[in-house]
């Protein structure tokens, strides 16, 4: 009986082998497919972000309302630079920008650092 249980002892062995090559290939398959869809996620951004300012290059959507929606939307202070946006989105959005009368002095907004994660990283 020695020789059946060294061959039930082998085939179980292969067996937890071939279990863990099928986790490790499903494993693999789910962060290709991750992947993938970041990939996808990102192209459509940035084609959705290039339809938009071909029509503000074009006269078709008014630069006024794509620098709105950006100052409404963004809050890191690197993102809003890229579009000469000052200080947060949330003095944006309390209150509307105000013209000074004639002779009258404006002090600068205080700018504090405005952090929030990106949705798909972990990096600030």
Same mark, same amino acid.
């Given at each position: 009986?020695?020789?059946?249980?060294?061959?039930?002892?082998?085939?179980?062995?292969?067996?937890?082998?071939?279990?863990?090559?099928?986790?490790?290939?499903?494993?693999?398959?789910?962060?290709?497919?991750?992947?993938?869809? &970041?990939?996808? *996620?990102?192209?459509?951004?940035? @084609?959705? =972000?290039? !339809?938009?300012? /071909? %029509?503000?290059?074009?006269?078709?959507?008014?630069?006024?309302?794509?620098?709105?929606?950006?100052?409404?939307?963004?809050? &890191?202070?690197? *993102?809003?630079?890229?579009?000469? @946006?000052? =200080?947060? !989105?949330?003095? /944006? %959005?309390?209150?509307?920008?105000?013209?000074?009368?004639?002779?009258?002095?404006?002090?600068?907004?205080?700018?504090?650092?405005?952090?929030?994660?990106?949705?798909?990283?972990?990096?600030?």
């Amino acid at each position: 009986m020695a020789g059946i249980d060294d061959t039930i002892a082998t085939l179980e062995t292969k067996l937890k082998q071939a279990k863990a090559r099928k986790q490790q290939l499903e494993a693999r398959k789910r962060a290709i497919d991750s992947k993938k869809n &970041r990939a996808n *996620d990102t192209r459509r951004k940035i @084609l959705v =972000g290039a !339809a938009i300012l /071909a %029509k503000v290059d074009r006269g078709e959507w008014p630069k006024a309302r794509l620098l709105d929606m950006m100052n409404q939307t963004l809050t &890191r202070l690197d *993102d809003r630079a890229l579009f000469d @946006l000052d =200080g947060k !989105a949330e003095d /944006a %959005k309390q209150e509307p920008a105000q013209t000074p009368e004639q002779g009258q002095i404006v002090q600068p907004p205080t700018k504090t650092a405005s952090f929030t994660p990106r949705p798909d990283t972990d990096e600030i």
